[in-house]
């Protein structure tokens, strides 16, 4: 038997900004239905304050109202050709950036902690400066 040999061939994928953006407002959908859960829970917490015959609030049915909130606005959101076009317009632009080499990332850490140091220094003379003065000044 004679075995066939295939040519495994390179498959060259071209970027997808709309897959970026079915992402950003999934993503989006998550911190809504999150956000949207913790604030009807807290908003029946008020009620419950006022009026005790709502009960006590329950952690499941607010994030189950609060994800379906967000679901609402998710497929609202996705409906929106206007939004979409922006999502995808910034998801092309952020895949044209250069990103910097792990070399020019560590220079520049380094440079923002020296700095850093070197201002932090600064300020802690003045202030030792301002003290004594200032006590110097008060103690006539």
Known sequence: MASSTRKQET???EFDPSRWAHVVFFAFFL??????GNLIEDMWDVAFGF???VGRPQHLPSIS?????AFLIYIYALRRQD???????????VSQVIWPTRS???AATIVVIVLTIICSLILFFMDVVWKTTTNWIYGI
């Open 65 to 69: 109202a609060g994800a379906g909130l």
């Open 83 to 93: 939004w979409m076009q922006f999502v995808r317009e910034v998801a092309i632009e």
């Open 31 to 36: 911190m809504g239905a999150w956000i949207a």
């Open 11 to 13: 498959v060259t994928r």
């Open 104 to 106: 020019e990332t560590r």
């Open 51 to 53: 009026w005790a015959q």
